[in-house]
């Protein structure tokens, strides 16, 4: 028998493949045992049928495609909000002048510290200080809602202060207190770490900023999704509502997605940026604390205020800490029945102080309706 070297052996299987795209090599594979390779990616993939390659790589496109959409919906709700938009907008040419009023070795020791403030803002939790009875407002609601919305407040309740304040931050042009509703939500930032949790003294002992100035708190604070709402969340060390009256010129508030912005503030952080080496032994000391890092730094108030822009509804919160174990306790069986099952059906968790100040547990509701409590093994608080 002759053969005819001349003609190349045929190397993709046309009956295998209707338009899929998959050449099938009779002699190589990936030495694995994979014998189909797509010609879009160039990989060899596991044994079966040209569909199940086309049907893969339709997926990973899918998943794609579903990212892109995922990230122009957080991109439209981070200017859907008047206050987050003109932040954008105006950032920039306040960030410059702040910068042009600035040493050459404030800048270079402002970049020595970047990383330890990043460090504390990266390892806490975005929170919402609130009571028992506005938390259950909240979750009938689905929405946590301003003192514009709601009339109460779990901090300082005045709406032409908040008002004013808000416009000096973000320049948002809102010229009705009507349209209030549209404001940021004030929240704080809390450690991740149940020890460092515990240790913090933000206003209250445990469960966070005021906590403990109201006769019906639970103590209780809100973790937020942080990754869902890092777009469009602001912050800035201590009370946004002391700048007002501060021989500082007011503080400059840093988008949390933006890094380059930290440390930009004026007056008081002119001492910090002035004395690097002591600041960094500060930080590091206080690594994880950023109710600690709030007061060193702003002089004036013990935590990290954050503000929330546009909704904040309950698909953003992740679980409640309720730190006064107590308190919690004395509730009639009926409303922690009725707490825990609103709870439930938001799809958040309830975590309670142990009663030790150390550590925590997960409040749960059986199939029969009765509460039972199980140890939390973390020794952080998650946000997922």
């Known amino acids: ?5 001349s003609k190349k052996p045929a190397t993709t299987d046309t009956s295998a493949s ?14 694995r045992g994979n014998d189909l390779h797509s010609e879009k990616t160039g990989r060899f993939v596991a044994k079966g049928s040209a569909g199940e390659v086309a049907e893969q790589e339709a997926t990973e496109q899918s998943v794609k495609q579903n990212n892109i959409a995922k990230y122009f919906t957080r991109l439209s709700k981070v200017y859907e909000a008047p206050t987050m938009r003109n932040f954008m907008i105006h950032r920039q040419k306040r960030l410059a002048k702040r910068m042009a009023g600035l040493s050459d070795q404030q800048k270079q020791n402002q970049e020595i510290l970047r990383p330890y403030v990043k460090n504390i803002l990266d390892s806490s939790n975005f929170t919402i200080g609130i009571t028992l009875r506005n938390l259950m407002s909240v979750l009938k609601d689905g929405e946590y809602k301003n003192q514009f919305a709601t009339g109460t ?27 209030g509703t549209k404001l940021e939500k004030n929240g704080f930032m809390q450690s991740k770490k149940i020890k460092n949790y515990f240790e913090e003294k933000s206003g209250s002992v445990y469960g966070g900023y005021s906590a403990s100035q109201y006769q019906d708190s639970c103590k209780i604070s ?3 999704k942080k990754k869902e709402l890092a777009d469009r969340t602001t912050y800035c060390f201590g009370d946004s509502l002391n700048q007002e009256s501060s021989s500082r010129g007011g503080i400059l508030p840093q988008k949390y997605t933006l890094p380059w912005d930290i440390g930009t503030m004026p007056g008081y952080m002119d001492r910090i940026l002035n004395d690097a080496e002591s600041t960094k032994g500060m930080l590091e000391k206080d690594v994880g604390l950023p109710c600690k890092a709030g007061e060193d730094f702003s002089g004036d108030g013990s935590f990290i205020e954050c503000q929330y822009h546009g909704p904040l509804t309950c698909d953003l919160m992740s679980k409640v800490v309720i730190g006064n174990r107590n308190y919690f306790n004395s509730l009639g069986e009926d409303d922690r029945k009725k707490l825990l099952t609103l709870l439930n ?12 100040n150390v550590s925590l547990e997960e409040v749960k509701l059986d199939e029969s309706g009765n509460i039972y409590y199980t140890t939390y093994e973390s020794e952080e608080i998650d946000d997922d």
């Open 153 to 179: 407040s779990h901090g300082l309740l005045s709406r032409d202060r908040r008002f004013r304040v808000s416009e000096s931050f973000f320049g948002h042009g809102l010229s009705s207190m009507e349209l």
């Open 18 to 31: 209707s338009g899929a795209g998959v050449i099938v090599s009779p002699t190589k594979g990936d030495g």
């Open 222 to 224: 809100i973790i937020l």
């Open 1 to 5: 028998m002759k053969f005819d070297f």
């Open 345 to 356: 059906q938001r799809g958040m968790r309830a975590l309670i102080n142990k009663g030790d």
